[in-house]
């Protein structure tokens, strides 16, 4: 419970500053709804060119995007850790944050909310919704517990690597990272497994498991049972990686000496 507390606490002062700044929250907000649309159009133009991507339709690639978009800012609202080298380790301020009583990841957590990514959410579910009516899907009452649980399960695989990828900094606080290039690879998850060749889809599935993001979650929606056991591994992997990242980052904690000479 003191942690909820804490969270809450959290939650209301970043909201109280974000709203004494509506505009920007706003231009924030357009900027996102304009990058999602360009690569909306890059699915529409590669499919101005062909119906069927193996065996997948527009519709279907435009569903699991949408699908896609929906962990992916849940995990932008609450895991946004793309400069703990630079901020964490590089300047220090993993000290400040190791004298607190509260876990430092929790703190970190806290401290790199940006609550206006879960505004793609809705550009996510606007997307899905529209893919679905022109596939005349079905879905049933317990549906949206189930996209809850996949939802929660495509943010934990996230969240699991990219943690995992900062915890390096703990052995080695060297400028360089590795983020941006693995953010270039999460977006293979938008798309149907597939398509890409045995190697990739492996490393999608079980190394680097961006597939259970987007694609393998989507796929019971659509009602692909030849992906429904996949598909219902999204919360166990993403329990898995979570708990793998968390373990990483208690070992680099303790490994940690401070900043310093």
């Known amino acids: 419970m003191f942690y909820v507390s804490v969270f809450f606490q959290y939650m209301s002062q970043y909201l109280k500053t974000k709203l004494q700044y509506r505009t920007d929250l706003f231009v924030e907000f357009f900027s996102d709804l304009m990058f999602q649309a360009v690569n909306l159009i890059f699915i529409l133009v590669v499919f101005g060119h062909t119906q069927v991507l193996n065996g997948w339709t527009r519709d279907e690639i435009i569903f699991i995007y949408g699908f896609f978009l929906v962990p992916f800012a849940v995990f932008g609202a609450f895991f946004n850790i793309w400069d703990f080298n630079e901020r964490y380790i590089v300047r ?113 599935t079980w190394i680097l498991p961006f597939a259970f993001v987007g694609v393998y979650p989507s796929a019971y929606f659509l009602g692909k049972k030849e992906w429904y056991g996949y598909a219902f591994l999204t919360p166990v992997m993403g329990l898995i990686f979570f708990m793998i990242a968390v373990f990483l980052w208690n070992a680099g904690v303790k490994r940690y000496r401070g900043a310093g000479n």
């Not at 206006?116 to 959410?121: Q, Y």
């Not at 022109?134 to 943010?155: A, E, K, M, P, Q």
């Not at 360089?176 to 497994?193: C, E, F, H, T, W």
Request: overall charge neutral; cysteine-free.
């Open 92 to 204: 220090g301020e993993m000290d400040r944050v190791l004298t607190r009583p509260v876990h430092s990841l929790f703190q970190i957590i806290l401290e790199r909310m940006e609550l206006e990514s879960l505004l793609g959410a809705i550009t996510g579910i606007i997307i899905m919704i529209y893919a679905g009516s022109r596939l005349d899907l079905v879905f049933h009452w317990y549906d949206i517990f189930i996209f809850i649980l996949f939802v929660l399960g495509g943010t934990l695989v996230y969240a699991g690597i990219f943690i995992s990828l900062a915890t390096i900094s703990f052995w080695s606080d060297a400028r360089s990272s590795i983020m941006p290039m693995m953010y270039n690879i999460g977006n293979y998850g938008r798309y149907p497994i597939d398509i890409y060749n045995r190697v990739i889809r492996y490393i999608l």
